[in-house]
């Protein structure tokens, strides 16, 4: 069984499109994550739940909107797409203060 | 706030040598330290972590790190590298709230 899942995979946009990326996981761990992994691979922060509450939120703009309908799941909504989007969006979850698990990432290329 | 350095961008290795990748993390107090390792097309997949304790950890497909408070480094080890070892490799930092602070990564090339 996986732990974190995403979908889709991939996903090919044009500009000024709204989407969304769904995360589950299944470890029952009460923390999940958005990650964001430019093309220079380097990886930040984006948002952060805990029980379904927003605990972090890395000065990312408007247009990316987190929803945690339940603990076990953590989407991303994304309105008017931008060619600065184009990334790797890795979904994450944690328990208490221990390890984050990653999910398999949806690369996103916005044309 | 916490954060890494990993001062190698890329490294290139012949299969049967040895490896270590450097990692230097800045934060005040005692920091919870990992290494991931992500292959091409895929997610990150923990290698080992350090909390507390011994210093010397030793994680999975045969990777070791050492926890050196004085140098404030957690490299990562591995004595005979195999061609499937060649991937990306990120150390982390995490100060006991939410948050993990990624380096800017190693990228490992294994040549035969």
């Known amino acids: 069984d996986t732990a974190v899942s995403q979908t889709p995979k991939y996903l090919v946009t044009q500009m000024g499109n709204d989407k969304s990326i769904k995360c589950e996981q299944n470890?029952?761990?009460?923390?999940m994550y958005w990650y964001k992994q430019d093309s220079k691979k380097f990886l930040k922060i984006m948002f952060s739940?805990?029980?379904?509450?927003?605990?972090i939120n890395e000065t990312v703009p408007n247009r990316f909107s987190p929803k945690s309908p339940d603990k076990a799941h953590l989407n991303l909504h994304i309105n008017s797409l931008e060619l600065g989007d184009s990334a790797v969006y890795f979904c994450?979850?944690?328990?208490?203060?221990?390890?984050?698990?990653f999910g398999p990432g949806t690369r996103l290329t916005v044309l | 706030a916490q954060s890494v350095t990993q001062p190698d961008i890329h490294i290139t290795v012949s299969e049967g040598a040895s490896l270590e990748l450097r990692c230097n993390y800045s934060?005040?107090?005692?920091?919870?330290l990992f290494w991931y390792v992500q292959s091409p097309g895929q997610g990150l997949q923990l290698l080992l972590k350090?909390?507390?304790?011994?210093?010397l950890v030793q994680g999975i497909k045969g990777f070791e790190a050492e926890f050196k408070r004085s140098q404030s480094s957690f490299n990562l080890r591995k004595p005979s590298v195999h061609w499937s070892d060649a991937a990306e490799y990120f150390c982390?930092?995490?100060?006991?709230?939410?948050?993990?602070?990624f380096g800017a990564g190693t990228t490992v090339t294994v040549r035969a």
């Open positions: 934060y005040g107090a005692t920091p919870y």
């Open positions: 470890l029952g761990h009460d923390t």
């Open positions: 350090y909390f507390s304790g011994d210093t």
């Open positions: 739940y805990n029980n379904k509450e927003l605990i």
């Open positions: 994450a979850s944690r328990h208490g203060t221990d390890t984050q698990y």
């Open positions: 982390a930092v995490g100060a006991g709230d939410y948050k993990l602070s």
